[in-house]
T-cell receptor, first 111, second 116 residues
Framework: GQQVMQIPQYQHVQEGEDFTTYCNSSTTLSNIQWYKQRPGGHPVFLIQLVKSGEVKKQKRLTFQFGEAKKNSSLHITATQTTDVGTYFCAGPRNAGNMLTFGGGTRLMVKP | GAVVSQHPSWVICKSGTSVKIECRSLDFQATTMFWYRQFPKQSLMLMATSNEGSKATYEQGVEKDKFLINHASLTLSTLTVTSAHPEDSSFYIC????????????FGPGTRLLVL
């Protein structure tokens, strides 16, 4: 079945450093979605990428969808303590609107 | 943005009891609701998908008699954990979406269940 993998699992950074998480799917995706889950909280939708090679920015966050639509990345520039949390990518299954979530990357930021 | 609520946020119960969790879409009509389970420091595991007025579709390995799902209206879905046991202790999160495939899912705040 479809698998969505994320690396790294964990990342410790010093505040101000950059951070990147990578997402890879075993199948071609029609779109990729990113969610953020703060410690003790629930996933919150960040963005959806649809087009091959698409790049979108949200302030210090840059999201990219690969040309083959099988991988994606999230890059955070100059991390802040408010960026702490787990970032999940998710891709739709072939049928229906179910999502397959990646394992998540847990970001910890040292002040 | 779309708002999804869940109730209760915390449940502590004795082994053998049943627990009902409600998931409501507050400002939109959710054609589909999803139920996930999340263990500490792990990803979201889809348990079942429910469409309003029809039976839920359960993921492989999820016991439908154990986790009863009802989606009686476009704004309410319930998950009942029947005869709960300590291994059922987890974080249960619902999400809701509308429209056809590829729509964004909006998550509820989750329910933490602890079975003693």
């Amino acid at each position: 079945g479809q698998q969505v993998m994320q690396i790294p699992q964990y990342q410790h950074v010093q505040e101000g450093e950059d951070f990147t998480t990578y997402c890879n799917s075993s199948t071609t995706l029609s779109n990729i979605q990113w969610y953020k889950q703060r410690p003790g909280g629930h996933p919150v939708f960040l963005i959806q990428l649809v087009k091959s090679g698409e790049v979108k920015k949200q302030k210090r966050l840059t999201f990219q969808f690969g040309e083959a639509k099988k991988n994606s990345s999230l890059h955070i520039t100059a991390t802040q303590t408010t960026d702490v949390g787990t970032y999940f990518c998710a891709g739709p299954r072939n049928a229906g609107n179910m999502l397959t979530f990646g394992g998540g990357t847990r970001l910890m930021v040292k002040p | 943005g779309a708002v999804v609520s869940q109730h209760p946020s915390w449940v502590i119960c004795k082994s053998g009891t049943s627990v009902k969790i409600e998931c409501r879409s507050l400002d939109f009509q959710a054609t589909t609701m999803f139920w996930y389970r999340q263990f500490p420091k792990q990803s979201l595991m889809l348990m079942a998908t429910s469409n309003e007025g029809s039976k839920a579709t359960y993921e492989q390995g999820v016991e439908k008699d154990k986790f009863l799902i009802n989606h009686a209206s476009l704004t309410l879905s319930t998950l009942t954990v029947t005869s709960a046991h300590p291994e059922d202790s987890s974080f249960y999160i619902c999400s809701a979406s509308w429209g056809t495939a590829q729509e964004t899912q909006y998550f509820g705040p989750g329910t933490r269940l602890l079975v003693l």
